[in-house]
């Protein structure tokens, strides 16, 4: 099955019957794809101010009305419950599983949060000829907890967790423009060059996702990353929460090209 | 007194003692000024995702904790009730009276949205030598009641208002391309050229503000205004709601330069 060339519908049609619950890194070439979190309406306010504080990790794309399992604007007819391959389900912080479907956990206070996914940029990164590391090797992104505070709002507060890809110096500048025109899915990196300055202290050993190799002369480059809310949801620790699991994400009917400015 | 070169702390002074009690525009020249719209903590919510729905419309600069009348991002120190010339005070959606103080009015219950203000790009249209009407014929910029629908969100809903200044054809695509660069103060036009099509019936009645002359081959292009969320709460009759008078604006600490992408 050619899964790189499907609609996003059909896409999500295999994902809902579960006949695909893999990794959607690579599905439906062109499309933006979505992180997750959800909810419940009493946690629904401070955590859209947390995003509206903190638009680099958290670039919504969309919010749910409240109980609804419905998108309207980047995936209409998509189930926000059933058409992500591998979702997790936390509660008071602690994550208790993962599961395909979460129909049968479904609540009428939940509020779903769409946002933003670095697969966007990269693939125009790609197309630009700015290499992507971890891609070329076949693995998942580096990901790393820095120091820095994201603006707090209500019980959500905590550190930014940034992405990271190593880059020939002449290609930082096309990565930081390219980036850059792109603020709902990350935007421009937040730091390039030495991790200590943002509190990495060895940038071979990850705190999610895997390590990459660095070559002598690049420079890494770190990008505010979606598992910044993720993070912050563990921390705050609310009553249940429902996220993606790491790669499995909610593919748009979105083109990547239209995320630009 | 030279309102123009004194610095955006110095202006909130001025006004909050009452020394001050004029329009803005033209203060503090380089510094952002902000629309504020007002609402008690049980319309937040749905007032934040309208602005997340709409963000040219309303392009949140800073949102308040929960009674606060502090600011701590674009104008650490000012005092939301005092700081701004002239306010509106609304009840169930109807307009009670102009003020130069709300300290009388607040509740620990209110929650302030700051929202990105046209006069950031204008200063920038401006100094790319693209010609602005309202400002050479010393009027408010005419303002519209379109036939485009905001995407609602809870209880928040209606049209969207946009501002205009006819432009010589040679200079429209800059003011695009100046504006399309400051997403935080409306970002580029929704519409260039014929008015009937986005529900203008006489471009010479705006529905706020003042008529400007149109000259002979100039297009007029309109851009989204930060009336519309004051037009909305017109709509969505909350107990009570404090605006910014039009023209009075909070001047914070941020650069307009600083506001582009």
Known sequence: MDYVHISPREAR?????GAYTAQTSGMCAGYAQANLA????????????????????????????????????IAPGADIARDIPKYRLYREGVLEGEYTDMSAFWQDDLVSFLIGCSFSFESELLAAEVSVRHIEENRNVPMYVTNIECVPAGIFHGKMVVS?????????????????????VH????HIGDPALIGIRDIDKPDFGDRVTIRSGEIPVFWACGVTPQSVIKTAKPRIAITHAPGHMLITDVKNTALKN
């Not at 990271?164 to 603020?183: F, G, H, K, Y």
């Not at 935007?187 to 937040?190: D, I, S």
Request: charge should be positive; proline fraction near 12%; aromatic fraction near 6%.
């Open 38 to 73: 959800v909810l419940p309406a009493e946690y629904a306010y401070d955590f859209l101010l947390f995003t509206q504080r903190n638009p680099k990790s958290c670039p919504v794309l969309e919010v749910s009305d409240r109980g609804s399992r419905q998108l309207t604007l």
């Open 13 to 17: 049609r295999l994902i809902r019957e």
């Open 164 to 184: 990271m890809r190593p880059l020939p110096p002449e290609q930082v500048i096309r990565a930081v423009t390219i980036t850059a025109s792109m603020p709902r």
């Open 187 to 190: 935007g421009a990196p937040v």
